[in-house]
C-alpha cells in the first residue's frame, strides 16, 4: 500500500439514485469535491470540536425497489448520504414523473435507514427557470414546497427527531445548471453543495453515534448481565467501532478495538454458545480468499452475523470475528503511525501493530494443526508485515536523525526481530514437516560428539508444492536451509542489536555458533561462544551453558591453539556447572542431570591431566568440588594427647567418589596484631557420591585465644590447588564463575609474618567484645598445659617470674620451652630465655624461674613460650601468652628506736590493696650469722595461729636487737621472713578445688578451661570469710550467666551442656562453708640492713623529789646530757640499706663537735636560767651537766619540759651526723599544788 493511501481507504459512501441518466453529465464537477476536507463535528455542548481532516467518499448507486422494502436498518450499510438527481421541463412533467419517483425513492431508500438525504435538481442550459409569482412556480420552487421542511408531499416525519441542530439550517434541494456564466458562479455552487453534503454526512454520523451509545449505556445500567446480553453490547460496540471507523477517528477507533477484545474474552466465558468454533474448513476459506492487507477491512458480514445470532440465534463465526477484528486493528494502526507527528509516537503504534500480529499468528498456530497451506499462509503474513513501506520510511527517517537520547526505533527493531523469530520458527514446523533438520539449539540435546558427521535426518522428505516463491528456494534442501536459517538468524541479531538487546543477540549468536559446529567449522564456532556460554551460567543456566562450554572446549582442542592454562581455565568452568546451586530454577537446566557421574569423574581426571602442562601455580575455588560448612567448635580428642579436632560438613557437588590426601583448614588468631595461625589436617579422606557428610579435621598445635577460618586448601598436583577463603568483603576473593586467579601461591593468599619473634604464637588479642562469630581454642586439663605466675618466694627487688608446666595424662619427652618477654625494657638473660627438659611423668609439674631485668614502672608484664614436646614418637606445639602481675598483694614498714644497750624494730604488715585482706601465717626474723641476739613476744604468728590484715587494720611485730659484740656494721643484714596468704586467692582455690571434684565426678574434664578462666570474675565478702570461714559470692547470677554464655559458644554436647550447668549450680553458690582454709601461701623475704646512728644523745632532769609542789615555787634542777657512738660505725659503708629507719653513711670523728640543746617548756613552766645552751661531744662517751631552775605555773600533774639536740653548723666538717634523742624520765611528771588557804579554780 502506498503511504499516501493510508488516510483513503474504505472510504464512507454516498448513495444517488439517476432515474434521468443526469450523474454522468456532472459526474467529474462533483467528485472533484472529494475526499471532503475539514469537517467538523460538535459531539458535546460543552467539549471542543472534533476535527475530521480528510474524509474519503465515494458514489454508489442504488435504485429503489419498493417490493423489497424493509422495514428494519441494513446492518452493514456505511452510507451516510442518499441522493436523488431529477430534471422536469415542465410542471407537467414534473407531477406526472418526478414527484413520484421522488416518493418512491424516499419511501424506499430513505425513510427506514436513518440517513441524511438530499435532492439534486439539474437545470439544462435551454431552460429557463421562471420567477416566482402567485400562479406560477419554478420547478425549484416546487420541489422545495413539495420536500422541503413540511413539505406537503414529505413522507419522512422524523428526520430530525434526534437532531440537536434546527433542521431549518439544511438545504435539502441543490440545483446546478448544464452551464454556468462563469467559472467562479459554477465554483460557488459546487462548493456551497459540497459544504451542505458534510453538515448531511456529519449529522447521520451523529444520529448513528448517538443511537448506538444510548443502546449502550441502557445495557451497562442493566444488572446481572445475561449471556444475550453481553453479545449485545458486543454487538453495538461493533457498530459504533465501525462508524468511528469511518470518520477517521483513530484514537476512539483504537480503544474501542481493545475493548472489543476484552468483551470478546468476556462473552466466550459466559456465552460459549453464541461461537462457532473454528473448523480447518473455515481457516480454509479464510486463507484461499488470498485477502488483500491493503483493501481489508471490518467485513459487514460480521456485524450480519452478530445480527443473525440476536435475531435467530445462528451462532457467530468466532474465527472469522477475531481475523476481521485482526485486520481491522492493523490498518488502523498504520494509518495512526502515518499521521502521528513524532517519530517515537510512530514507533509505537507499529510496534503495537508487530505484537498483535504475532499474538494473532500464535493463537492461529495453537489452536490449528500443522499443514503446509496453513504454515505457508501464516509465513506469507509475517512477510507481508515485515516489508511495510511505513516501517521502512520510519526506520529510514530514524537513521537519519541524530539523536543523544534514546532510539525512538527501539519498540520497532524490537518487534521486528520478534517477529523474524516468528518467522524463522514458522519456517521451521514447515522444514521439519519436509523432513529437514532443525538447525537450532535443541542440536545440543544428543552426546556432543565430533566424528559423528552429519545426523540423518529423522523422517523421510515429504513432497509439497509451495506457493511462496521464497520459501519453496529456501526449503529445497537441507543446505539452503541451513543457509536461510543463518541469514534469518543474522538478521535477527541485527534488530536486536540495533535496540540493545545484548543478551537475545547472545542467545541467537550461540545458535549461528552450533551451526557453524554442526559444519565443522571450529574456528568461527569458538571465536561465537567465546564468552556466550558465560552468559547461561551466570544466569543459571548451567544446562545450556554446560553444553555450549563442552563444544567450546572441543573446538579448543580441535584448533590445538597450546594455550593449556586457558584449556584448564574452561574445563574447570565445565567442572563449575556442576554445582547444585548453579541453576536458580528448581529441576530443569541443571547440567549434571544429563551429564551422570562417569563424565563427571573423566572431566576432573581430565583436568588432573592437563594441569601438569600449566607452568605457573594455579588457583582455583574448592566451591567447584565441594562447599563446606564448619563447626564453630574445636574439641580436644580423648585417645590423642595434645590433639584437638574440627568437624567439617562436606557437600559434594559433584556426587562422585573423592580421595583426598591432603585437606587443610588454616586457622588465624583474631588479633590486632600479626595473627598467629594454626593448621587442621585431614588425610586420606574419602568422599562418597552422598550429598552431605562430615570429616574431622586435626591439629597437634594449641594456642588458648580467638580464631576465626583463614583458608580451606586441597591440592591435588604441585601445581593445582583449591582454595576457599574466609575472609573479610574487602578482600579479593575467587569468584566460581568469575575469572580465574592464577600465580597466587601461599605466599600470596596469606601474608608473610610480621617478624621472627611471631613463631612464638605473639599477638595483641582484640577486646572481648570484638569476639563474636569466632571459634576459641581452649585447652584440656588432661593435656600438657603452661602457666605463668609470681613465684611462691619472692625475694624483694628480685625480678622474676615462674612457668609451670603440667604434663597431664601422659608423661612428655624432649620438651623444648623458649621464652620471650612481649614489654618493651623487659629483657630476657640468654640462659632463661629457652630452656630444655628431657622428661616430664605423667601428672608431673615443672616449674622453671624465669629471671628477667625491667626498669620500668608498669607491674603487669606480658611474656609468651613456645613448648614444643614429644609424645610417642609424635611431636606436639604449645603456645601460651599470659599478663604476669608482679606487684605484691602485702606492705612492709618498720621503725627503729635506739637505746643504750638494744635497737628496738617495730614492723608494719599491712594489705598493698586495701580490698584484698591477707592472711599472714608466719613471720621470722633472725641473724644468721649469730652477730645479734634477736627477740621477740611470746605471741608468735604460725600456720595455727595466723594474723588476719585488713586494710585499715595493719599488724605490728615488735623485735629487739642486740649485738653481741657491742658493735654494729650497716653491712651487717638480719633476714625477715613472711609468708602469707591472699584470701581472694584462698576463695578462688577452694572453688576450683569443688570444681575439680564435680567435673571429675561428671567426665568433664576437657571443659576445666572454660571454668577456670572465669573464676577471677567471683566477687567475695572477704572480710565475712576473714572472720566465719563462710565463703559469700556476691555475683553467683552473673557468674552463671557468663559461664551458660561460655559453654553456648563453645560446647557442642547438649548432654554435656546440661552437665556443666547442674556441675555449677553445685559449685557457686551464695554461701560455702569451710571447714578448714585452705591457705594459698606466698613467702616474702626481706635482707633488713642493721640501722646505725652516729650519736645518740640521753637526756635526765635530777632535782630533789619531793611529794608536791606549790605553785611559783622555784624548783631546782640539773639537767644530764650523755652523749654516746656506740650505734655508729668506724669506716665506710657504701652497702644500700633495704630496711631501715635510720640512714648510714660514712661515720665522722666527733673532735669538737658541737651541738645545742633547746628546751621546749610550754606553758606550764618559767625558766629561770638557760633556755638553749650549745656544748661540745669531744669523746665517744662524754656528759654534760646544766643547772636550771624552773617554777611551775599551774597546778596538776605537770610533765617535765622537752628537749631537743641538734648539731651546730660551725662543728660540722663533711655531712650533718644522724642522731637521736633518749629522755630517760620523759614521761615523769611533778604534782604541782596551790598555796594554803587560798583557793584555785580550773577552767
Known amino acids: 500500500m502506498q503511504l499516501e493511501e493510508l488516510g483513503l481507504q474504505n472510504p464512507i459512501s454516498v448513495g444517488y439514485y439517476d432515474p434521468f441518466s443526469i450523474y454522468a453529465s456532472v459526474k467529474n464537477d462533483l467528485e472533484a469535491k472529494f475526499p471532503l476536507t475539514n469537517l467538523h463535528w460538535k459531539y458535546h455542548p460543552l467539549k471542543p470540536v472534533k476535527s475530521i481532516p480528510v474524509l474519503p467518499v465515494k458514489m454508489v448507486e442504488e435504485v429503489p425497489h419498493r417490493a423489497s422494502k424493509a422495514n428494519q436498518e441494513d446492518v452493514h450499510e456505511n452510507i451516510y448520504l442518499r441522493l436523488i438527481f431529477v430534471k422536469a421541463d415542465n410542471l407537467e ?155 477517521r477517528f483513530l484514537d476512539e477507533s483504537l480503544k474501542l478495538y481493545e475493548s472489543i477484545n476484552e468483551d470478546l474474552k468476556l462473552a466466550l466465558q459466559a456465552a460459549g454458545h453464541a461461537f462457532k468454533k473454528s473448523d480447518h474448513a473455515t481457516f480454509e476459506s479464510m486463507r484461499m480468499q488470498r485477502f488483500n492487507t491493503e483493501k481489508a477491512t471490518l467485513s459487514r458480514d460480521l456485524l450480519a452475523q452478530f445480527n443473525a445470532y440476536i435475531s435467530q440465534g445462528v451462532p457467530v463465526n468466532l474465527q472469522l470475528t477475531k481475523f476481521n477484528l485482526f485486520l481491522g486493528a492493523s490498518l488502523l494502526l498504520q494509518s495512526l503511525a502515518n499521521s502521528a507527528p513524532e517519530l517515537s509516537l510512530s514507533s509505537k503504534y507499529i510496534s503495537h501493530l508487530f505484537q498483535r500480529v504475532i499474538n494473532f499468528i500464535n493463537e492461529i498456530l495453537e489452536s490449528q494443526q500443522d499443514s503446509f497451506e496453513t504454515l505457508e499462509w501464516l509465513f506469507s503474513l509475517t512477510d507481508h508485515y515485515l516489508k511495510l513501506q511505513l516501517t521502512k520510511k520510519l526506520v529510514e527517517r530514524g537513521s537519519s536523525e541524530e539523536s543523544n537520547a534514546i532510539n525512538p526505533l527501539t519498540g520497532i527493531l524490537e518487534y521486528m526481530g520478534e517477529l523474524r523469530l516468528l518467522q524463522r520458527f514458522i519456517a521451521g514446523r514447515i522444514a521439519s514437516l519436509k523432513g529437514l533438520d532443525p538447525p537450532d539449539v535443541g542440536y545440543l540435546f544428543e552426546e556432543v560428539s565430533l566424528d559423528d558427521g552429519n545426523s540423518a535426518s529423522n523422517s523421510k522428505s515429504r513432497e509439497v508444492k509451495l506457493h511462496n516463491e521464497p520459501l519453496r528456494k529456501a526449503l529445497e534442501s537441507q543446505q539452503s536451509y541451513d543457509s536461510f536459517y543463518e541469514e534469518l538468524t ?146 580436644s580428642v580423648k585417645n590423642q594427647s595434645g590433639v584437638y579436632k574440627m568437624d567439617l560438613e562436606i557437600t559434594n557437588n559433584l556426587a562422585i567418589d573423592l580421595d583426598l590426601e591432603v585437606l587443610a583448614l588454616e586457622l588465624e588468631e583474631l588479633s590486632t596484631f600479626t595473627p598467629y595461625r594454626i593448621t587442621f589436617t585431614g588425610k586420606d579422606i574419602k568422599l562418597s557420591s552422598s550429598p552431605k557428610q562430615v570429616v574431622s579435621l586435626y591439629t597437634s598445635d594449641f594456642k588458648q585465644t580467638h580464631f576465626k577460618p583463614s583458608k580451606l586448601t586441597y591440592k591435588p598436583r604441585s601445581n593445582l590447588e583449591f582454595i576457599q577463603l574466609f575472609q573479610d568483603p574487602t578482600t579479593d576473593q575467587i569468584d566460581g564463575n568469575g575469572t ?38 581452649y585447652g584440656d586439663s588432661r593435656f600438657l598445659c603452661a602457666s605463668f605466675r609470681v613465684p611462691e618466694k619472692i625475694e624483694l627487688n628480685a625480678s622474676e617470674i615462674e612457668i609451670v608446666i603440667n604434663s597431664g595424662n601422659e608423661p612428655v619427652k624432649d620438651v623444648r620451652v623458649q621464652v620471650q618477654a612481649l614489654d618493651s625494657g623487659v629483657a630476657l638473660t640468654e640462659e632463661s630465655n629457652s630452656f630444655l627438659l628431657s622428661l616430664i611423668g605423667a601428672h608431673e609439674t615443672h616449674i622453671q624461674r624465669v629471671p628477667y631485668k ?275 660505725e668506724m669506716k665506710d659503708c657504701d652497702e644500700e640499706v633495704l630496711a631501715s629507719s635510720s640512714p648510714a653513711g660514712k661515720r665522722v670523728e666527733a673532735k669538737s663537735q658541737k651541738y645545742q640543746f633547746v628546751i621546749h617548756h610550754e606553758d606550764n613552766w618559767l625558766l629561770s636560767g638557760l633556755k638553749k645552751h650549745a656544748f661540745t661531744v669531744q669523746k665517744p662517751n662524754s656528759n654534760a651537766e646544766f643547772a636550771l631552775t624552773l617554777i611551775p605555773l599551774n597546778v596538776g600533774k605537770l610533765p617535765l619540759p622537752r628537749v631537743t639536740i641538734k648539731p651546730l653548723e660551725e662543728g660540722i666538717i663533711h655531712r650533718v651526723p644522724s642522731t637521736d634523742t633518749v629522755h630517760e624520765n620523759g614521761l615523769e611528771t611533778v604534782l604541782v599544788v596551790p598555796e594554803l588557804q587560798s583557793i584555785t579554780f580550773s577552767f
Request: proline share 3%; glycine share 4%; net charge negative.
Open 93 to 247: 412533467i414534473y407531477r406526472a414523473q418526478v414527484r413520484p419517483l421522488i416518493q418512491a425513492w424516499l419511501t424506499d431508500l430513505v425513510e427506514a435507514k436513518k440517513v441524511s438525504w438530499a435532492i439534486v435538481l439539474f437545470t439544462p442550459t435551454s431552460q429557463k427557470d421562471k420567477s416566482s409569482s402567485l400562479i406560477k412556480k419554478s420547478i425549484h420552487d416546487k420541489l422545495v414546497v413539495d420536500f422541503g421542511k413540511n413539505g406537503k408531499h414529505q413522507t419522512i416525519t422524523t428526520q430530525s427527531d434526534l437532531e440537536e441542530v434546527p433542521l431549518e439550517d439544511d438545504e435539502l434541494v441543490f440545483r446546478i445548471k448544464e452551464s454556468y456564466s462563469s467559472d467562479i458562479e459554477k465554483l460557488e455552487t459546487y462548493n456551497n453543495m459540497a459544504t451542505e453534503f458534510k453538515n448531511l454526512i456529519l449529522r447521520t454520523f451523529d444520529r448513528r453515534y448517538n443511537s448506538y451509545n444510548e443502546e449502550l449505556d441502557n445495557l451497562s445500567e442493566t444488572k446481572n448481565k445475561n449471556s444475550e446480553a453481553l453479545i449485545r453490547q458486543l454487538y453495538f460496540k461493533l457498530k459504533l467501532m465501525d462508524i468511528v471507523s469511518d470518520m
Open 490 to 635: 543474522v538478521a535477527v541479531i541485527q534488530d536486536f542489536a540495533n535496540c540493545g538487546r545484548g543478551k537475545t543477540v547472545d542467545l541467537l549468536s550461540v545458535e549461528l555458533a552450533v551451526l557453524h559446529y554442526k559444519k565443522q567449522d571450529f574456528k568461527q564456532a569458538y571465536e561465537i561462544l567465546l564468552n556466550s556460554y558465560e552468559y547461561f551460567i551466570e544466569n543459571g543456566w548451567s544446562f545450556m551453558g554446560g553444553l555450549l562450554l563442552e563444544i567450546y572446549i572441543n573446538c579448543l582442542e580441535k584448533l590445538d591453539s597450546g594455550d593449556h592454562l586457558h584449556i584448564l581455565d574452561t574445563n574447570m568452568k565445565l567442572l563449575s556447572t556442576f554445582k547444585e546451586e548453579a541453576s536458580k530454577v528448581s529441576d530443569i537446566n541443571k547440567y549434571n542431570i544429563v551429564k551422570g557421574a562417569d563424565r563427571r569423574m573423566k572431566l576432573l581426571n581430565h583436568v588432573y591431566e592437563i594441569a601438569p602442562k600449566v607452568t605457573e601455580l594455579v588457583t582455583y575455588p574448592l566451591e567447584t568440588l565441594f562447599n563446606t560448612s564448619l563447626s564453630p567448635f574445636i574439641e
Open 740 to 777: 580465574v586467579v592464577h600465580n597466587k601461591s601461599l605466599t600470596n593468599v596469606v601474608p608473610e609474618e610480621a617478624n621472627t619473634a611471631n613463631s612464638l604464637g605473639i599477638s595483641i588479642p582484640v577486646p572481648a567484645d570484638q569476639t563474636d562469630n569466632t571459634i576459641y581454642m
Open 854 to 1128: 625491667y626498669f620500668g614502672d608498669s607491674k603487669v608484664l606480658s611474656f609468651a613460650a613456645s613448648i614444643t614436646y614429644s609424645i610417642g614418637k609424635e611431636q606436639r606445639k604449645h603456645f601460651l601468652q599470659d599478663a604476669v602481675d608482679t606487684s605484691l598483694r602485702i606492705s612492709i614498714s618498720v621503725q627503729d628506736v635506739f637505746r643504750a644497750d638494744s635497737i628496738y624494730s617495730k614492723f608494719q604488715i599491712g594489705c598493698a590493696h586495701t580490698k584484698m585482706p591477707i592472711r599472714v601465717t608466719d613471720v621470722d626474723f633472725r641473724c644468721n650469722e649469730n652477730k645479734y641476739v634477736v627477740a621477740t613476744s611470746s605471741c608468735d604468728v604460725k600456720d595455727s595461729n595466723p594474723h588476719v590484715v585488713f586494710g585499715e587494720q595493719p599488724a605490728f611485730m615488735f623485735y629487739r636487737i642486740t649485738p653481741h659484740s657491742g658493735k654494729v656494721a650497716s653491712s651487717d643484714t638480719l633476714d625477715l621472713t613472711i609468708k602469707y596468704s591472699s584470701l581472694q586467692k584462698e576463695c578462688e582455690a577452694l572453688i576450683i578445688g569443688l570444681h575439680e571434684d564435680y567435673f571429675q565426678s561428671f567426665e568433664l574434664q576437657q571443659y576445666s578451661s572454660l571454668f577456670i578462666e572465669l573464676v577471677g570474675l567471683l566477687q567475695f565478702e572477704l572480710n565475712e570469710y576473714a572472720l566465719s570461714n563462710v565463703i559469700q559470692i556476691k555475683n553467683v547470677d552473673f557468674f552463671k550467666s557468663r559461664f551458660r554464655d561460655s559453654i553456648d559458644r563453645n560446647v557442642r554436647s547438649e548432654k554435656d551442656k546440661a552437665e556443666l550447668i547442674c556441675c555449677v549450680d553445685g559449685i557457686v553458690k551464695e554461701c560455702i562453708q569451710v571447714e578448714e582454709p585452705k591457705f594459698v601461701n606466698q613467702e616474702l623475704y626481706i635482707p633488713v640492713a642493721v640501722p646505725v646512728l652516729d650519736i645518740l644523745h640521753a637526756v635526765e632532769f635530777s632535782y630533789t623529789k619531793q611529794t608536791q609542789f606549790l605553785v611559783g615555787e622555784p624548783i631546782e634542777m640539773k639537767l644530764t646530757i650523755s652523749s654516746t657512738f656506740k650505734w655508729s
